[in-house]
């Protein structure tokens, strides 16, 4: 299981160099916000990454809100560090305890809220414009439903990968 460590006691472990902080969110994420000295390795790559010249470290993982780090303490700690830790809140018990974060106003909001977003004013738009013009419109609000189904179902969300191709977003697609 990985050790719970308070922000105000890993600020200082970080600063001095003692601890190594893996970031595991996704990149577009890390972009617009992140702890300044984190590294960046997604979950989705976290397998690949050879980390054993940093075994002799303790390691503190991250990521929003402590929740998709916890709920893969298993994955991370088969990564083969022997001191490792999850950052209690994640990215926002950060924040909240007052500590500096890097920001990038420039940087566009997570895919996932971007989906969020749109699928929820076709959905709206949908309930609306099937109240006030047609109920054919309660169709549109089926379908972003539906999309949101299958995507939860097979992990292919179609509407970010449209989201990804939009300009704002080609920055940090890679």
């Known amino acids: 299981m990985l050790r719970p460590i308070a922000p105000e006691a890993l600020q200082p472990r ?4 003692e601890m190594l ?29 050879d980390l054993t010249a940093e075994h002799g470290r303790p390691v503190c993982f991250t990521c929003r809100s402590g929740n998709r780090t916890a709920f893969n303490a ?3 700690l088969a990564k ?15 924040k909240k305890a007052g500590l500096p974060v890097h920001f990038n106003p420039r940087a566009p909001l997570d895919l ?10 076709m959905a ?3 309930a609306v414009l099937a109240a ?11 379908f972003v439903g539906a999309g949101l ?9 179609g509407m970010a990968r449209l989201l990804k191709l939009m300009p704002w977003n080609r920055a940090t697609a890679g």
Do not use: K
């Open 21 to 49: 902080l893996i970031d595991i969110r996704e990149p577009d994420e890390y972009a617009r916000e992140h702890i300044r000295g984190a590294r960046l390795i997604p979950l989705n790559a976290i397998d690949a990454e």
């Open 149 to 157: 189904v299958f995507a939860g179902i097979t992990g292919f969300c």
């Open 14 to 17: 970080l600063a001095s160099g």
């Open 80 to 94: 083969g560090f022997p001191d490792s830790y999850v950052l209690e809140g994640g990215l926002d018990g950060w």
């Open 74 to 76: 298993a994955r991370l």
């Open 132 to 142: 006030v013009v047609s109920p054919w419109f309660i169709l549109l609000s089926g």
């Open 124 to 126: 709206l738009a949908g």
């Open 112 to 121: 996932m809220r971007q989906v969020q977003i749109v699928a929820g004013s």
